[in-house]
């Protein structure tokens, strides 16, 4: 399961040429809180950057 992946407790690939693909099916809810687990895990790590977010309105 993700939750094991997250948690640390299995490793994603056995080798570098391994993929990984999660696809997410169900609420929005869950994505956001996978989301959040695996932001702070990343910024645990020391792994990754954020990127600046902005907001366009797609009508006037």
Do not use: C, F, H, N
């Not at 956001?32 to 895990?41: D, H």
């Amino acid at each position: 399961p993700l939750s094991d992946l997250v948690a640390g407790r299995r490793k994603p690939r056995r080798d570098a040429a391994d993929i990984v693909v999660y696809k997410s099916v169900g609420s929005a809810l869950r994505d956001i809180a996978v989301a959040e687990m695996l932001l702070a895990r990343a910024r645990q790590l020391g792994r990754g950057y954020e990127m600046p977010v902005s907001v366009v309105p797609v009508s006037k």
